[in-house]
């Protein structure tokens, strides 16, 4: 098993993070684990955590991370689900410890079992209430295990389970998300479902069941991110043109979703980022 570590200091404290791809059996539904450590003097450090195109599971094994966002009040959560949402979120936290689990929409579905629609609803949603009762005693068998590579194989075997007991996604749904995926978003909605022989209806019910958002919220996700990743490369391209790659009508399209999306303009994110890729400042 083949993990990065990252190490970094600095007024921000000590931070390290170790990055491990799952097990390839799990592709598709298992994008990476991200151990994580941030240790600071005190001081209290927020973070812009922006939407994503995929679901996020934190499992804690320190302090609680004060988690909100513009619709939410900051409040205390230990392990938790945050779903796709077209909203994004501001973390505060002093000490963090844990790992992060990035999935596909599809398969958290898997793994959870429930309507992402109605995990949608909600900015983040406490782990038990996806995983029971047993969720616990899995972030307390990752937390005593010898350490990341070890923890990582443990999700390897526990998400593999799951894994093999679940239905599978339904076939037009993984198709539909696939082809949103390929085209970064651009392609309508229209057309989608005429590239599947359904209607905007049906394609809409089978989101909400297996996805979470509706389709178009959902390549609006995915253009999003696209557009994120073009200004983390910082290839200098003019945001006009990272605008009109990325499938927006011009710039001031793009302005308006990172505001609703990421809660800041283009230029303040990038100016924004913390070194190392450990996130987003928040004023």
């Not at 973070?47 to 909100?68: D, H, N, S, Y």
């Not at 995983?131 to 990582?152: S, T």
């Not at 913390?274 to 400042?281: D, T």
């Amino acid at each position: 098993m083949e993990s990065s570590v990252i190490r970094h200091e600095s007024e921000l404290g000590r931070l390290e993070r170790v990055e491990c791809r799952a097990d390839p059996r799990l592709y598709g539904i298992v994008h990476r684990y991200c151990g994580y450590f941030h240790e600071t003097d005190g001081q209290v450090v927020r973070r812009r955590e922006i939407a994503q195109a995929q679901v996020t599971i934190i499992l804690g094994f320190g302090p609680p991370l004060r988690v909100g966002g513009s619709r939410f009040e900051l409040a205390e959560q230990h392990s938790f689900v945050a779903p796709l949402s077209d909203s994004y979120a501001i973390t505060e936290h002093q000490a963090l410890h844990g790992i992060q689990i990035d999935l596909s929409p599809l398969g958290a579905h898997m793994l959870f079992g429930v309507s992402m629609h109605e995990l949608s609803q909600h900015l983040v949603v406490p782990l038990e209430d996806v995983l029971g009762r047993g969720a616990r005693e899995l972030v307390g068998r990752l937390y005593d295990a010898p350490g990341w590579e070890a923890r990582f194989a443990l999700l390897d075997r526990y998400i593999g389970r799951r894994a093999q007991e679940a239905r599978r996604p339904s076939p037009d749904v993984a198709r539909a998300w696939q082809r949103l995926i390929d085209t970064g978003g651009r392609l309508r909605i229209g057309d989608l479902a005429c590239e599947l022989g359904c209607s905007r209806r049906h394609l809409a019910a089978r989101f909400a069941e297996q996805i979470g958002p509706p389709p178009k919220t959902a390549a609006r996700l995915v253009r999003f991110r696209q557009a994120v990743r073009r200004l983390e490369r910082d290839d200098g391209s003019r945001f006009a043109e990272i605008a009109q790659d990325c499938g927006y009508y011009d710039q001031a399209h793009l302005n308006r979703d990172f505001r609703e999306l990421g809660g800041t303009t283009p230029g303040e994110l990038i100016a924004s980022m913390l070194p190392e890729g450990f996130g987003v400042a928040a004023e």
